[in-house]
C-alpha cells in the first residue's frame, strides 16, 4: 500500500478482521469497542502507507525504520503494559480482565524510554551455566525463544517479524 491509495472502510475492515485473528491466535485480544479499535487499525494502515511500516498510531515515528523498531505494532512495550495496566499504551491490546469488564481502562503512562536510553540490543548476551551449541534469539515483543541458526520469520507467539528478534545466548 502506499500514499496513492487511499485507505477506504473496507481496507480497514479487513485490517481490523486481521489484526482481531492474529491476537486471538496468539492469545491476546483486541478492544472490544471495535469502532475504537478499527480507528487504530487504519492509524496502521496510514503509517504503513507513509512509512513502510506500521509504527505505532499514538506515538510520533521518526520514519527511519532502525529507530521506530521498537515501536513498529505490537510494539515492545505491549505485553508489559496490558499485564500491568490492562491495555498496550494505544488500548488497542487489551487483557482479559478488561475484556471481560472486571478492569476498567485508565490512561497508560508512556513506557517506552527517551530516545538517548533507548539500545538496539535491550537484553546483554551473557552465558550461564546453560550448555547451547545453537544461537538463541529471543523476541523483543513477547520473549519468546528459540535456539535456531538465525531467528525465525514471524514469532509463532506474537507474530512480530524476524526483525525484532535479538540474540538472547
Ligand atoms: S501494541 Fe504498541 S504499537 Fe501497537 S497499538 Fe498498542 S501501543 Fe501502539
Known amino acids: ?31 472490544p469497542d471495535a469502532d475504537f479499535a478499527r480507528g487504530l487499525v487504519g492509524g496502521l494502515m496510514v503509517n504503513l502507507a507513509r512509512y513502510g511500516y506500521e509504527s505505532c498510531p499514538c506515538r510520533l515515528a521518526s520514519g527511519k525504520k532502525d529507530e521506530d523498531l521498537d515501536i513498529i505494532c505490537p ?65 523483543k515483543v513477547c520473549g519468546y525463544l528459540c535456539a535456531r541458526d538465525g531467528p525465525p520469520e514471524m514469532c509463532p507467539i506474537c507474530k512480530a517479524k524476524k526483525e525484532r528478534f535479538e540474540r538472547f545466548l
Open 75 to 139: 510494539c515492545d512495550y505491549r505485553d508489559q503494559d496490558v499485564v500491568e495496566y490492562g491495555a498496550c499504551y494505544c488500548a488497542l491490546y487489551v487483557s482479559q480482565d478488561v475484556l471481560d469488564g472486571k478492569r476498567e481502562l485508565a490512561s497508560i503512562p508512556e513506557r517506552r524510554p527517551p530516545r538517548s536510553l533507548r539500545s538496539k540490543n535491550s537484553v546483554p548476551v551473557t552465558s550461564g551455566p546453560l550448555q547451547v551449541t545453537m544461537p538463541v534469539w529471543r523476541c
Open 1 to 31: 500500500m502506499s500514499m496513492d491509495d487511499p485507505i477506504g472502510p473496507a481496507d480497514i475492515e479487513n485490517g481490523y478482521l486481521r489484526c482481531k485473528k492474529d491476537a486471538e491466535s496468539g492469545g491476546y485480544h483486541v478492544n
